[in-house]
């Protein structure tokens, strides 16, 4: 037995295959180990992509540690390939040395044929860089369960359990909550749960009595702080967080929603929670289901409605609407990649100038993006806080890698979490010049500049609200030019004035001239670039902005402390446009829009490339760029 810090593996195969499961199961063990752990899903957008194709890879990278880790990790040290699409559509990411554990009773001449491989890799010697694994996976499953009585066909579906029972031996992983969820997933099939089951425990005994792995491997637990933990994905925690905005401010939850990858899991996991009186509502297009949240933000609910990029796009008349109401309206903006359809599965941060102006009119709408899959839950923790506290829609932008990768989060004692008050309006709140008491809808608090938010049937409340302008506190229709010119500036003052926690810079030695900046699911590559360079003795400024809209008020002087400012974003320069035009500094891009997360070691490059420049007192980024940077 080797004892290791890490382990990068990744699962690949079919579409149809069960890689995701697998990769799942992986994690879950390996979280109740009690590793630090950071996972990467990789599927096609087709519900059953064809079968044997390098279109139709699935795949899951799964980054193990014993001590605290950020990244999925940049390349695999094992690949699982099910069949030569998974090899070969993976072989390129992996390094000299890594395993490779291949399913040979899929590499038929047809097989190999489909993905363009003339001849068989497996013994042509183009592998010779690799530990390769040669495991007739499917044979072995098939027999395996040759007594269960199931047909060839449906025991071929389990070779993913073999796997998964293989790599559990290899890498000491617990099997006891794997075979529980397997009895409770097939609970009313319960000789699929047992042939599953089967299959499992026969790949841990084949890594036990084999030859061909002399080795297996031990990754210690890490040491986390005290706590308790369990794995969650940033689309679980953003709904937990939800639950929790719901009962910290006393409001019901309401989300109206239309089914969109990748936010359909939030009104999935959702729908189950009735008893913390969640009600969800799967609407019959994206305009009804953010209508419906704004009319129960009316109603007095905790409205909120989850989509993606192009759901924004169908719902940005009603989030003009509900700038124009001013009513807390969380939406939630699961990013993927575009434009149009794009890449459903795939990953991009390319909303972001979308989220700021995409709606007619002075519409200015707070926008809040997690940096982590944990910090999803906090995240919309706060969302909520500032809609319910300065009465306006709030967008929260996280995105695919966040939405669908996973992480160990400690979960927080309730009395950690904010107290989020409503303050409804309970009577009048101006007296007129005849002495009269009455309600104005839109007489603001000095402070948060919100207006009063009044449950329709409150008596002694009744007011009128709706998307033509308002005369400043009677809430009347106005079209006086100097009143729309005051209410346009108000609002936006509104939005510029929103309490949110300055921007902390990570800068140790105090001296660095570079300075780093990213915001949502860039914090985790570029945290770990950041550490390399300063490992290898670089000096480098590291922050991230959770706040996109208003930025932190020390944000300018902090970009103004450094010679350089890097912003790495997975669009074309979104957030460094952003800043140019707001504080005039040289904000300079590096780029990349591939559907996936930055590898760590290419924002290592580029950092070092801007400290080399400013040593030779160059211009630009250096020769680190790759013709994806602008």
Same mark, same amino acid.
């Given at each position: 037995? %080797? ?11 079919? $579409? ?78 992996? =390094? ?29 010697? $183009? ?11 499917? @044979? ?16 071929? %579906? ?9 790599? $559990?031996?290899?890498?000491? %992983? ?74 910290? $401010? ?13 936010? @359909? ?78 890449? =459903? ?21 707070? *926008? ?37 990768? @996973? ?81 346009? #500036? ?55 902005? %959770? @706040?996109?809209?208003?930025? =932190? ?6 970009? #103004?402390?450094?010679?350089?400012? *890097? ?12 800043? #140019? ?50």
């Amino acid at each position: 037995m %080797r004892r290791l810090d890490r382990v990068i593996i990744r699962f690949a195969g079919d $579409s149809g295959d069960g890689m995701q499961l697998t990769g799942d199961r992986f994690t879950s063990e390996t979280a109740s180990f009690g590793n630090d752990l950071s996972t990467l899903p990789n599927f096609p957008a087709e519900i059953r992509a064809p079968a044997g194709t390098l279109p139709g890879v699935s795949s899951f990278q799964l980054h193990f540690a014993d001590h605290d880790i950020l990244t999925p990790g940049d390349a695999p040290n094992v690949l699982v390939a099910m069949n030569p699409a998974a090899l070969k559509a993976n072989l390129a990411d992996l =390094p000299r040395g890594a395993e490779i554990i291949v399913n040979t009773d899929e590499f038929t001449k047809r097989a190999l044929a489909k993905v363009g491989y003339a001849a068989d890799p497996l013994t042509d010697g $183009s592998l010779e860089a690799y530990h390769l694994h040669p495991v007739p996976l499917t @044979s072995l499953t098939v027999e395996a369960l040759k007594e269960s009585g199931l047909a060839r066909k449906d025991a071929e %579906r389990a070779k993913n359990m073999f796997a998964l029972g293989l790599l $559990s031996w290899l890498y000491h %992983r617990p099997t006891q909550s794997t075979e529980a969820f397997l009895r409770q997933k097939f609970a009313k099939k319960p000789d699929i749960a047992e042939a599953n089951i089967t299959a499992f425990r026969a790949g841990w005994n084949f890594g036990e009595t084999t030859e061909d792995f002399a080795v297996s491997y031990e990754v210690p637990p890490a040491a986390l702080p005290a706590g308790t933990y369990r794995n969650i994905s940033g689309n679980l925690a953003l709904s937990y967080g939800l639950i929790a905005a719901g009962e910290r $401010s006393g409001l019901p939850l309401f989300l109206g929603s239309y089914p969109i990858t990748p936010a @359909s899991d939030i009104l999935h996991e959702l729908s189950k929670h009735k008893n913390f009186g969640v009600r969800t509502f799967q609407a019959e297009d994206e305009i009804a289901g953010i209508g419906a949240a704004l009319g129960a933000a009316f109603g007095g609910a905790l409205g909120v409605t989850t989509t993606s990029g192009p759901g924004v796009a169908l719902k940005s008349e009603t989030i003009g609407l509900a700038v124009s109401l001013e009513l807390p309206l969380l939406v939630v903006d699961i990013q993927r990649g575009g434009p149009s359809t794009g890449l =459903p599965t795939k990953t991009e941060q390319a909303d972001l100038l979308q989220a700021m102006f995409g709606r007619n009119g002075e519409a200015p709408v707070p *926008i809040v993006a997690p940096a982590t899959a944990a910090e999803c839950f906090d995240a919309a923790i706060e969302a909520a806080r500032i809609a319910v506290t300065y009465r306006t829609p709030v967008l929260l932008l996280s995105d695919g890698y966040l939405a669908n990768g @996973s992480e160990p989060w400690r979960v927080p004692e309730v009395d950690e979490l904010p107290v989020i008050e409503p303050k409804f309006a309970t009577g009048p709140n101006h007296v007129t010049e005849d002495g009269t008491e009455a309600f104005w809808p839109y007489k603001r608090d000095p402070q948060t500049l919100a207006r009063p938010w009044a449950v329709p049937g409150t008596a002694g409340l009744e007011h009128r609200i709706g998307g033509i302008e308002k005369q400043d506190g009677t809430g009347n229709i106005s079209y006086d030019p100097a009143n729309h010119d005051f209410m346009v #500036r108000t609002r936006q003052a509104k939005i510029d004035g929103i309490d949110v926690a300055p921007v902390v810079v990570d800068d140790p030695s105090g001296d660095a001239r570079v300075l780093v900046l990213g915001w949502g699911s860039t914090y985790g590559p570029i945290t770990a670039a950041v550490r390399r360079v300063r490992a290898d003795g670089g000096s480098v400024a590291q922050a991230h902005l %959770r @706040s996109l809209n208003p930025f =932190p008020a020390n944000l300018g002087a902090v970009l #103004r402390g450094y010679d350089r400012v *890097i912003v790495p974003e997975m669009n074309l320069g979104q957030l460094a446009l952003l800043l #140019r035009a707001k504080y005039l500094v040289d904000a300079q891009s590096y780029n990349q829009v591939r559907g996936l997360p930055f590898k760590a070691a290419q924002l290592a490059d580029v950092l070092w490339a801007a400290i080399g420049t400013l040593d030779a007192g160059l211009d630009g980024v250096g020769e680190g760029n790759e013709e994806n940077d602008v």
